[in-house]
């Protein structure tokens, strides 16, 4: 650890200050009041980009900004907790706004004597969430609002030195808030009760009333004390700390005036406040001391979207389980007790809007009744914005679990498969082993099958995308869905005229089609009609998709609708996330519509879901319209071809596995059908093999993801000795080197684990004699 020479002088307790200051690898400073007794280079370097010069405590260096000056005053506050205390505040700087995370903490007794050190560690966070920049802006507007009030605000220590001023007390004293906050400025400089003898100073904590205001003096003359005074009413109250001890004044200023004095009115500034109020961005309401609404502005009736909140109790007006919490978060509000952070609340109702609830403690209106201000912040799409944010995080995470797992069980279950496809070949149907051999192949099959189901939720499947008519498909499933639904649910179809094509896998197509099918078999168990309609839809510009965007342009959509029981309004959000299921135990893996969701999502697609319980369920499939070209004309014809049923062929073939069983499965398969093979068990050892071989070779067959060099790396190796090499891919699952060397090269096959002794001869013949 580097040490400055500051810590190698001085007393213990400042090289104690100096050793605490570089131990942190954040921006770090140590302070005693407003003294900075330490730093590191972090902080320097923090200082330095904000534009300070140095020797700067936290509270001066970030709080010159007024939506920071109260932050700090109240992680100040917090302090003598005893714990460590936390906001995120944002600094501009540069045209630009960085978004920083303070901690700050009582240095322990032993070091810092009495004189109660404070510890401030400062690190700058990454402001990627779009929630926390709406936030931000939401703050933002709050402090404009504040700081533009048409009353004058303020805050002073018991020491009555200024903490905080808005910008409207600070013109009144013809200067700037950062004039007074932070400066040695003391209330009674500025400030002179109204009934004060003569040399009477003015302390910090008087009751309130009528004052007299001096500007400020000009740079570097006397105070004036012959200079005209503004005539106010200060409406006071006490902030007190754990202890009940004063630990600062909080004040509101009405500028009263010579003329409004003699005229007995304030009807200027009432209305003027009554501007700011009604037009104010926020909900902003007043509370008697019941809790009852006596006032609100626009801004709130908008938010809970009902004409009679008049009279009614604010707790009334949120979610039953909420109500309590809000009601002693108030309560405590009024009693002057502090919070690290707001109430966030959801307002009942059908607009289900959730917002953070800011108040203030009550104070005696001039009726003598006791009133308390509350300010309501709606955060229901920052609210959406973190759940979307976390659910693709989750999604994320699982898709990669999957991936994982795919890679390895697919391995396991090729060799499975193979084997029992080569143990077929020496044991027939009349054979006493021929039945244990199946039943072994058929239950690897459906493991298969859930790993493929779990590739596609996780969106990492190779497609093999072909242009497709939706109607033909259709047409092709009609038998196969009469069959799952049984002769109790109808089935009926209605195709759309002059559909335009799509360009998707159709075995996943398929799959989704059968998905959706099941389940609305399942929720109809007395029977009912499934209806699956296609017809062409246009968006004219991005719509909005439940929480998704759905781009402008052409689709073919799809419906499949239901008359079953529906979805209970608790479930719709996760009826798409993997392993949720409503079914009883052992009668589904809750994989269906994960799977439905990702194979969509994958083909570039969007599915939206529409339900209501005891009404049914639709769920809508957009997908791209593609217009064909030549190539895929072509492709449609090629696609046409019967299969060849003789599975011999000749060739050398280079086979790189490096997994044993799946290698050696392959090999002896490939064998038996007629090539030549050569086996490596890693891109470094088919590389090794002589020139001349390697230069003989017709076919590369490779795994993908492979130790050190993978699959797509020693083709792409290979292909600069030999440009006409055949390629075949084998892999399970589609990893992001695969899909891009797929993407650019067009003579690039793929066969994906698991995979048949059938399956792997009938792909090797294709590419030999260039049908693939």
Not at 269 to 283: K, L
Not at 284 to 306: K, Y
Not at 451 to 480: C, E, G, H, W
Request: net charge negative; with cysteine; proline share 5%.
């Amino acid at each position: 650890m580097a040490l400055s020479f500051a810590s190698l002088i001085g007393s213990p307790r400042r090289r104690a200050a100096w050793l605490l200051a570089e131990a942190s690898p954040f921006a770090r400073a140590l302070t005693r009041g407003h003294e900075l007794l330490a730093d590191n280079t972090a902080y320097r370097v923090l200082a330095a980009r904000l534009g300070d010069e140095g020797g700067h405590s936290p509270d001066a260096l970030l709080g010159r900004e007024i939506a920071n000056a109260e932050i700090i005053a109240r992680l100040q506050s917090l302090l003598p907790l005893g714990r460590a205390v936390q906001e995120d505040i944002a600094v501009h700087v540069d045209g630009g706004a960085i978004s920083l995370r303070v901690t700050a903490m009582l240095a322990p007794v032993s070091v810092s004597g009495r004189g109660n050190w404070v510890i401030w560690d400062i690190q700058e966070v990454a402001d990627n969430a779009a929630a926390l920049v709406a936030v931000r802006q939401q703050r933002d507007e709050l402090a404009a609002f504040i700081d533009n009030a048409p009353v004058g605000l303020y805050s002073v220590a018991p020491d009555g030195r200024f903490l905080f001023a808005n910008r409207t007390f600070a013109a009144w004293l013809g200067g700037l808030p950062e004039q007074l906050v932070g400066s040695d400025l003391l209330l009674s400089d500025v400030l002179n009760h109204g009934e004060a003898r003569e040399n009477e100073t003015m302390t910090p904590d008087w009751p309130g009333g009528e004052a007299k205001l001096r500007p400020l003096p000009a740079e570097g003359a006397e105070p004036d004390h012959a200079a005209r005074l503004r005539l106010v009413s200060v409406s006071q109250t006490v902030v007190p700390d754990v202890d009940g001890k004063p630990l600062r004044y909080s004040a509101v200023v009405h500028d009263l005036g010579l003329e409004l004095r003699q005229r007995g009115t304030l009807r200027p500034v009432e209305a003027e406040f009554r501007r700011f109020f009604d037009q104010a961005p926020i909900g902003i309401l007043v509370l008697d001391s019941a809790g009852t609404i006596r006032e609100a502005n626009a801004a709130f009736a908008q938010l809970c979207g009902r004409d009679d909140w008049l009279g009614q109790r604010l707790a009334a007006l949120v979610r039953e389980e909420d109500a309590l919490a809000l009601a002693r978060h108030l309560v405590a509000l009024r009693r002057g007790e502090i919070f690290s952070r707001a109430l966030e609340v959801r307002l009942a109702g059908p607009r289900e809007r959730v917002v953070e609830v800011f108040a203030a403690s009550s104070a005696e209106r001039e009726d003598g009744q006791s009133a308390q201000l509350v300010y309501l912040v709606d955060t229901t799409d920052q609210r959406n914005l973190q759940t979307q944010f976390h659910q693709s995080q989750k999604m994320q995470a699982v898709g990669q679990l999957a991936g994982g797992i795919a890679h390895d069980f697919n391995n396991l279950l090729t060799a499975m498969i193979g084997f029992c496809d080569l143990l077929l070949q020496r044991h027939q149907p009349g054979d006493q082993s021929f039945a244990d051999i199946m039943q072994i192949k058929q239950n690897a099959s459906r493991a298969a099958n859930l790993v493929r189901q779990l590739l596609a939720f996780s969106r990492q499947q190779t497609l093999v995308p072909k242009v497709l008519d939706i109607t033909d498909v259709l047409a092709d499933l009609r038998n196969l869905i009469g069959r799952l639904i049984g002769e109790t649910i109808t089935l009926k179809m209605v195709h759309g005229r002059d559909l335009g094509l799509i360009k998707v896998d159709q075995g996943q197509l398929e799959q989704v089609i059968i998905n959706l099918a099941v389940n609305a078999r399942d929720a109809m168990v007395d029977g009912g009609e499934l209806k699956i309609r296609t017809l062409n839809h246009s968006v004219e510009q991005p719509t909005e998709l439940g929480a998704e965007i759905v781009p402008a342009g052409d689709y073919v959509l799809v419906e499949v609708s239901d008359t079953g029981h529906g979805i209970a309004p608790e479930n719709m959000a996760k009826i798409f996330d993997p392993f949720f299921t409503t079914k009883a135990v052992g009668a589904g893996t809750g994989l269906g519509l994960s799977t439905v969701y990702g194979i969509i999502k994958q083909t570039g697609g969007f599915i939206h879901v529409e339900s209501m319980p005891g009404e049914g369920a639709c769920f809508r499939l957009y997908l791209p319209r593609h217009r064909p070209n030549g190539e895929d004309l072509s492709a449609g014809r090629d696609d046409a071809r019967p299969d060849s049923r003789d599975l011999t062929g000749q060739g050398l073939v280079l086979l790189v596995e490096d997994e044993d069983a799946v290698r050696a499965f392959a090999a002896r398969a490939l064998r038996n059908k007629g090539y030549t093979v050569i086996e490596a068990a890693s891109g470094e050892q088919a590389l090794a093999l002589p020139p001349e071989q390697l230069d003989r070779v017709e076919l590369l067959i490779s795994d993908v993801v492979m130790p050190n060099l993978d699959g797509p790396s020693l083709a792409a190796q290979l292909r600069s000795r030999r440009p006409d090499l055949k390629i075949l891919f084998i892999s399970g699952y589609a990893e992001d080197s695969l899909r891009n060397n797929m993407a650019k090269s067009a003579d690039v096959n793929f066969l994906p684990k698991p995979f048949s002794l059938s399956q792997l001869a009938g792909k090797v013949k294709e590419v030999m004699d260039g049908t693939a």
